[in-house]
């Protein structure tokens, strides 16, 4: 599978931005994905994920709790992040992330180590 995230960019605190990603290579549809961030002198962290099945099967780190929504399209291949209410310690390169599910549509891991297939990062910065 190959990730290409975009969407990000330069926002000002309280701002949103819709981060895409999209996949090529492999069915699109039996493979969670998750988002990641990485913030300047940071490690990577979790920041949402979601089974293949979409839906309820979605989950999140508590920072971005009521602020960001993954979904995905799999007619198009394509994952998103919508973030609203952009806060300065938002700021990172983030990470889609696929993880191969089979039959598990409830399969969405929050684990780095799940996901096997990684996107090149996308930039978001949060002025204050």
């Known amino acids: 599978v190959q990730l290409q995230a975009s969407g990000g960019g330069l926002v000002q605190a309280g701002g949103s931005l819709r981060l895409s990603c999209a996949a090529s290579?492999?069915?699109?549809?039996?493979?969670?994905m998750g988002w990641f961030r990485q913030a300047p002198g940071k490690e990577r962290e979790f920041v949402a994920s979601i089974g293949w099945s979409g839906g309820s099967n979605t989950y999140y780190t508590n920072s971005v709790k009521g602020r960001f929504t993954i979904s995905r399209d799999n007619a198009r291949n394509t994952v998103y992040l919508q973030m609203n209410n952009l806060k300065p310690e938002d700021t990172a390169v983030y990470y889609c992330a696929a993880a191969y599910a089979h039959a598990r549509s409830f399969y969405a891991p929050v684990e780095e180590v799940s996901y096997a297939y990684w996107g090149q990062g996308t930039l978001v910065t949060v002025s204050s």
């Open positions: 290579g492999r069915t699109f549809s039996i493979y969670a």
